[in-house]
């Protein structure tokens, strides 16, 4: 079992900037990859940015240049660094941990709102 907390989201004018943190514990040694993912009001859940074991990261064209995914072993613990925020990047964020045997873990979400 994967445990996720975030953390880090809240209310940003757009051109703003967030970090989101997502603290992983438990059997981390099962995880192949993590990554970020959001979901809109009325929208499915979209994949955002992922990193994985290997640190290779994939980034939705819609955030390409703006975000950065990483991650500290140490802390056991990946960030998502949002700069130039738009309105339309208002969603809740997910954490999302996946195994090495696929197995799925997500976290509880986190609320980013931007707006003036």
């Known amino acids: 079992q994967v445990h996720l907390v975030e953390s880090g989201g809240g209310l940003v004018q757009p051109g703003g900037s967030l970090r989101l943190s997502c603290a992983a514990s438990g059997s981390l040694f099962s995880i192949s990859a993590m990554g970020w993912y959001r979901q809109a009001p009325g929208e499915q859940r979209e994949l955002v940015a992922t990193?994985?074991?290997?640190?290779?990261?994939t980034y939705a064209d819609s955030v390409r240049g703006r975000f950065t995914i990483s991650r500290d072993n140490a802390k056991n613990t990946v960030y998502l660094q949002m700069n130039s925020l738009k309105p339309e990047d208002t969603a809740v964020y997910y954490c999302?941990?996946?195994?090495?045997?696929?197995?799925?873990?997500w976290g509880q979400g986190t609320q980013v709102t931007v707006s003036s």
């Open positions: 999302n941990a996946r195994s090495f045997s696929s197995n799925t873990y």
């Open positions: 990193i994985t074991r290997g640190g290779s990261t």
